[in-house]
């Protein structure tokens, strides 16, 4: 457990599982929102957003998770924490590889075997593309506010 959780108080335990849950509730939105006007294409434009704002955070969030392993100080404490649980939370309900799945397999059960490496294909190489995109975008983000 982090050090940063190990002396938290059991409101703020609350407060970061409300953060959490809201996030998820905004991801959830936003996917729906995409499949709806994207119905072709609504699953691979949120996967590919939910893995570059993951990228985007991760890269932002670095001195945090390295406060959080003990190695160094925090420099944004408990605001910090906050920002995570909210981005955790609305990447993880943005996402969907269970419906890619679902995708591949219904392509691979009707024979389309080529169609099931190209649903893979498109939401791993995206899906890497953002997120490398999103770490490049986070570091010099974070250069512009040290």
Known sequence: MSPALMGA?????????????????????????????????????????????????LALALPSLVYASGLAGDPLGAAGLLVESLTAGFCLALGTWSTVAG??????????????GRIWAAHLGLGLLAATAGWGLGLGARLLLA
Do not use: M
């Open 9 to 57: 108080s059991p409101w703020e335990w609350v407060l970061g599982l409300a953060v959490l849950a809201a996030g998820g509730a905004l991801g959830a939105l936003l996917r729906l929102t995409l499949q709806e006007h994207l119905p072709r294409r609504g699953v691979l434009a949120a996967n590919t957003l939910a893995a570059g704002v993951l990228g985007f955070s």
């Open 103 to 116: 995708q591949a397999a219904d392509a691979v059960l009707a024979g389309r075997w080529g169609a099931a």
